[in-house]
C-alpha cells in the first residue's frame, strides 16, 4: 500500500524555479526519513538532500546547497523540494524516495523530469 508519486517537473530556464511534490500513501511522511535523489543522463542516481522527522533537520549535496530547499507538510502527507536558480547541469529525473527505520525498508517513487534550458 505504500506509494510515492512525485510531480511538479518540467522545462524550466536556467536562473527559474521549480517546485516538486512527492505525495506519499500508506505512511505518514511525519515518521519516515524522506529525501530527494536525481539522475542525469549517463550518470548515477545521487542524493540531492534529505530531511528527518525530529526537528525538521534537513541536509544537501554541496552542488544545490543554498538552491534548493526541502520542506513537508505533514498535514497533506506530502514532501517538497524547492529548487531556486536553476542551472542547465540540474537537469534530471528526480526521485523521492522514503525510509523506515523500524524495517529498513526504502520505498521509492517512479520520477519525474526536470529540464533547465534556455
Known amino acids: 500500500q505504500v506509494q510515492l508519486v512525485e510531480s511538479g517537473g518540467g522545462l524550466v530556464q536556467p536562473g527559474g524555479s521549480l517546485r516538486l511534490s512527492c505525495a506519499a500513501s500508506g505512511f505518514t511522511v511525519s515518521n519516515r526519513m524522506m529525501s530527494w535523489y536525481r539522475q542525469a543522463p549517463g550518470k548515477g542516481r545521487e542524493l540531492v538532500g534529505f530531511?528527518?522527522?525530529?526537528?525538521?533537520?534537513?541536509k544537501y549535496a554541496d552542488s544545490v546547497k543554498g538552491r534548493f530547499t526541502i520542506s513537508r507538510d505533514n498535514a497533506k502527507n506530502t514532501v517538497y523540494l524547492q529548487m531556486n536558480s536553476l542551472k542547465p547541469e540540474d537537469t534530471a529525473v528526480y526521485y523521492c524516495?522514503?525510509?523506515?527505520?523500524?524495517?529498513?525498508?526504502?520505498?521509492w517513487g517512479q520520477g519525474t523530469q526536470v529540464t533547465v534550458s534556455g
Open positions: 530531511i528527518i522527522s525530529t526537528a525538521d533537520s534537513t
Open positions: 524516495s522514503a525510509f523506515h527505520v523500524a524495517t529498513a525498508l526504502r520505498y
